[in-house]
C-alpha cells in the first residue's frame, strides 16, 4: 500500500468540457415539461445535483416523482449527445492521462455525475482502459465539499489519502480533497481563484514533475 499512488480526477470540467451537451439537454427537456429556462438560470445552478436544480426552478411543483422523471430525461438526451456528437478532452488531459498510467499511477473518476454519464464520456474520450475505479452520484450521500466521493475512490484504489491526488476545476472540489487530507492540482480555465496546492489554467500547462513533487508535501486528515 505504500508504493501506490493515486490521481482522483473530477470529469466535467476538468477532464472535459461538457456545459454545451448540459445547457442543451437541461433546455430541450423543460421546454418539454413546459418550464423553459433561460441560459443565466443553466449557469448559475451547473454543477450541482439534479435534485437541488430542479427544486430551485420548479419550487412545490419539485415532487420526488416529477424530479427523477425529469432529471432521468435529461440525463438521456445528455447521453444521447455525446454518444452521436464525440467529446474532446480538455487540452492536456489525453497526454497527462497516458502519462501517469504509464508510470504506475492509479486513476480514479470521482464525480457528481450519474454512472452511465461518465462510462459514456470515458468512452468517447477513448479512456475507459486508463481508469481503475470509478466513484459516481449512486456511490456517494454528500456531495462536494464532503470529502466522501474522494475518500471512496482511494478506498476502491487502495491508496491512502497521503498518496492521492486530486484534479479540480471547482472550489468545492478542492476543498473536498483538502478535508479528506489530499494535495490537488486546479485547473481553473477561466482564471478564478482555487485553493489548490498547484493552480494552471490548462493541464498543458502542469510541471512535468507536479504530481511526484506533491506527493513530497505533507497534510494531515480533518478530524470529522
Not at 416529477?66 to 464525440?86: D, M, W
Amino acid at each position: 500500500m505504500r508504493d501506490v499512488r493515486a490521481v482522483l480526477w473530477d470529469m466535467d470540467g476538468t477532464l472535459i468540457d461538457s456545459a454545451e451537451f448540459h445547457w442543451i439537454s437541461w433546455r430541450d427537456t423543460m421546454q418539454k415539461e413546459g418550464v423553459p429556462i433561460r441560459h443565466e438560470q443553466f449557469l448559475a445552478t451547473f454543477g450541482q445535483r439534479n435534485d437541488s436544480i430542479l427544486q430551485q426552478w420548479l419550487g412545490a411543483a419539485a415532487t420526488p416523482e416529477r424530479i427523477e422523471r425529469i432529471g432521468s430525461a435529461k440525463e438521456q438526451e445528455y447521453r444521447e449527445l455525446v454518444r452521436k456528437h464525440g467529446m474532446k478532452p480538455l487540452p492536456g488531459v489525453a497526454v497527462w492521462l497516458k502519462r501517469l498510467h504509464e508510470s504506475g499511477w492509479l486513476q480514479a473518476i470521482g464525480s457528481a455525475a450519474p454512472r452511465e454519464n461518465i462510462e459514456v464520456v470515458l468512452e468517447a474520450v477513448s479512456a475507459t482502459h486508463l481508469f481503475q475505479a470509478i466513484v459516481s452520484a449512486e456511490d456517494v450521500h454528500h456531495g462536494k465539499p464532503d470529502p466522501e466521493v474522494y475518500l471512496i475512490a482511494a478506498s476502491r484504489l487502495g491508496a491512502p489519502p497521503a498518496r492521492s491526488i486530486v484534479v479540480e476545476d471547482a472550489v468545492a472540489g478542492v476543498e473536498a480533497a483538502r478535508r479528506a487530507g489530499m494535495h490537488s492540482v486546479g485547473v481553473s480555465r477561466n482564471g478564478k481563484h482555487l485553493p489548490a496546492d498547484i493552480v494552471v489554467q490548462s493541464l498543458d500547462q502542469l510541471p512535468a514533475n507536479a504530481f511526484e513533487a506533491l506527493l513530497l508535501l505533507t497534510r494531515l486528515p480533518e478530524n470529522h
